[in-house]
Each structure stands twice: as C-alpha cells, then as structure tokens.
Nanobody, 116 residues
Framework: QVQLVESGGGLVQSGGSLRLSCATSQSIFSLDVMGWYRQAPGNQRDSVAKLTNKDSTTYADSVKGRFTISRDNAKNTVSLQMNSLRPEDTAVYYC??????????WGQGTQVTVSS
C-alpha cells in the first residue's frame, strides 16, 4: 500500500486561495490515479479532483474553474490549487491514490476552513 501525507490546509477568507500537497511513499509513475476527496460536516466524502497517469483530469462541477490538480514527478507529490474559495468549500480534504485492480490508499486528511 501507498503512504500518503497531506499538508497545506488552514483557515482562509472567502475569495482566498490555498494549495494542498500530498506526498507519496512511491514514485507517482507507478500510480494509475491520484486525486482528492473532501468531507464537509454532516456530508459524505465526495470526489473533488482526479488525475490519471495519462494526464487526464476530472473535477466536481462545484469546483470547476476554481481548483486545479497537478503533480510534481520529481517530488512524488500531487497538489490541489484552490482559488476563489467559498464557505461551502469548508471540509476535510483527503488525498488518495489507486492502482487499477487494487484497493485505494488514503491520506489522513487536512482541514480547510473558509470564512465569510
């Protein structure tokens, strides 16, 4: 299994930006999919962004145009740039990775809080 460690969460005002990072214990070349889920208070854990090993991206409708997922191959890191943040973006954000045919691996989560 892959070890994942998230960082970059915090408190930001509405309209501000944050950049989340997820460091992996393996080369990202060996990972088919990496991405981010989030879980807001009282809600289920929902997909936010996904990046495949073929460089295709998928975003939730609620974050399209505001969030960007990317990777740094040299640092074995995937990042989520979050701009124009809204209070409804407040959640715990979880990094994940998945190899096709295997169970996903999850990070411990990092809190993002957006104030009005």
């Amino acid at each position: 299994q892959v070890q994942l460690v998230e960082s970059g969460g915090g408190l930001v005002q509405s309209g501000g930006s944050l950049r989340l990072s997820c460091a992996t214990s393996q080369s990202i070349f060996s990972l088919d999919v990496m991405g981010w889920y989030r879980q807001a208070p009282g809600n289920q854990r929902d997909s936010v962004a996904k990046l495949t090993n073929k460089d295709s991206t998928t975003y939730a409708d609620s974050v399209k145009g505001r969030f960007t997922i990317s990777r740094d191959n040299a640092k074995n890191t995937v990042s989520l740039q979050m701009n124009s943040l809204r209070p409804e973006d407040t959640a715990v954000y979880y990094c994940y990775t998945k190899k096709y045919g295997q169970s996903p691996s999850w990070g411990q989560g990092t809190q993002v809080t957006v104030s009005s």
